[in-house]
């Protein structure tokens, strides 16, 4: 088994880059997770991992090949290894270095009455990780991100998302590849926005539906509120107009579980 002390050592400073620089996940096409329930989630999720780091004071090797039942490369790192490349304390001593998958609109797989959420521009990775903790709980068929404005694989939002990045199907896309593929399928969606829109509750999600969600800065774009089958908004009685786009989210997809019997 191979084993690395150094935090100098070339392959350490380019697993660093990788969570330092979308560049650097983009070029290799892969990224790194941390923790076991996030690697233990990413292998059911269907992600290859390549490369496994472990801490032999937290975890053994034997529980490593329990948690990947595949090959993989093992490497045994020491304590400031670790803390170089680990963003938390509280994980469990295992590091591992996936490979990225495609997120093609065309790689998804639907079910016969899907019910999707779209984000459109989400660049704060908390808000993309809470966004992705909703979809999860509510177990949708997928979340499809619009004019993505953050890599994906950003270590702070595997973080955040505590590994549903994993477990959702995930899609990206421009905002006009995305409509098209909504309209192809046949799948209504509604676009939530303060401008011509009836309130959320009104409307029918017991077919094939999309929920689309902006930014709480700007909102969605002209395209999204033109295109929509029909603009919702949910009904606000404070002295604001928006609210946290995941607590958003959250509301407009539980509405249409309800309407689904969950």
Known sequence: MKQI?????????????LQEKAKARKQTGTFLIEGQREISLAIKGGYEIETVLFLPELVTENEINKLIQKSFQLIEINKE???????????????????TKSLQLSDLKLSDNPLILVVESLEKPGNIGAVLRTADAANLDAVLIANPKSDLYNPNIVR????CLFTNQIATGTSEEIIAFLKEKRINFYSATLQNSTSYHTQDFTTPTALVVGTEATGLTQQWRDEATQNIIIPMQGEIDSMNVSVAAAILIFEAKRQRGF
């Open 160 to 163: 955040s998302s505590v590994g």
């Open 5 to 17: 002390t150094s935090v100098q050592n070339p392959y350490i400073k380019s697993l660093v880059l």
């Open 81 to 99: 290894v670790y803390q170089k490349l680990a963003y938390r304390d509280t994980t469990e001593g295992i590091l591992a270095v996936a490979k």
